[in-house]
């Protein structure tokens, strides 16, 4: 049987990249998915190959950093699937070319609402209905390598996915006794459209000699996201090439 049979995922930033490789490999694993993105074109063309494929999901469209968007998109799953076993909270932007002293409040704040309060919103409601169900759920957090370690030009981003490591141990410690799992992958440089033009200045960082791919975030993504992972809480875990055991 397919690990993810009779179970519900939802996926935010589900139109590219990371997001359209865990719900394609979610739905492929026997997951009905909500597919979500701030660009409901995008979602809805992830959704049509599901779909298309015999799979079942639904695309809507959910802005990270708007808690009553991702509150829908968790109470969408109930409603239209009726349960929630798996949340990935994986929609982000990129931040680099800023400096810590001339970074503007504007820029700060747009990266912390969607690559934090964004994680914060989703742990929150996908929380709140796996613990109404009694569903011994996962939470999947989307940090980087830049929650581990940091990177010149990137000091929004280093701490929002810093504060995403954080995030997730103080909700694993509170979720953990009732059986809901929260954990964090961390990613080095792989092809998406987010890191488009740095490709040949960050490759050589990776001792591996290339880039990740998205299918190899996903890999990780659904191994937390599944039952065999059930002692596995509080925890970051790297698919980096060996970045950081350089
Ligand atoms: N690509 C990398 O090198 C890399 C490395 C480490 C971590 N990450 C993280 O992986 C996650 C996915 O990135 P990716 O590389 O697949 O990028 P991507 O640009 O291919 O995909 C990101 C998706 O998020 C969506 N999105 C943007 N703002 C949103 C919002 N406010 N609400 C909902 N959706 C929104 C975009 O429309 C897009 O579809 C991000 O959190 C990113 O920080 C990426």
């Not at 409601?125 to 990177?151: D, E, P, T, Y």
């Not at 080095?188 to 290339?210: D, M, N, Q, S, Y």
């Not at 998205?214 to 890999?219: K, L, Q, S």
């Amino acid at each position: 049987m397919a690990r993810f049979t009779g179970k519900v995922a939802a996926v935010t930033g589900a139109g590219s990249g990371i997001g359209a490789a865990a719900a394609l490999r979610f739905a492929a694993e026997g997951a009905a998915v909500l597919v979500s993105d701030i660009n409901l074109a995008s979602a809805t063309q992830v959704a049509a190959e599901i779909s298309k494929s015999g799979g079942r999901a639904v695309a809507l469209r959910t802005d990270v950093a708007s808690e009553s968007d991702v509150a829908a998109l968790v109470d969408r799953a109930v409603a239209e699937f009726g349960r929630l076993d798996v949340m990935v909270n994986n929609a982000g932007i990129g931040g680099l070319e800023t400096s810590v002293d001339t970074i503007e409040d504007a820029a700060w704040r747009k990266l912390m609402s969607i690559n934090l309060d964004g994680v914060f919103y989703g742990v929150k409601h996908a929380a709140r209905v796996m613990k109404v169900a009694k569903v011994r759920g996962s939470i999947v957090n989307v940090s980087s390598i830049l929650g581990l370690v940091a990177f010149e030009h990137a000091v929004a981003y280093t701490a929002a996915k810093h504060g995403v490591v954080g995030l997730t141990k103080a909700a694993a410690l509170e979720l953990a006794p009732l059986g809901i799992r929260v954990n964090t992958v961390n990613p080095a440089f792989i092809k998406t459209p987010l890191i488009a033009g740095l490709e040949e200045a960050v490759l050589p960082l990776h001792p591996a000699a290339r880039l990740g791919t998205p299918e190899e975030v996903a890999a990780l993504i659904c191994f937390l996201g599944a039952d065999e992972a059930s002692f596995v809480t509080g925890a970051s875990y790297l698919v980096d090439g060996g970045y950081v055991a350089k």
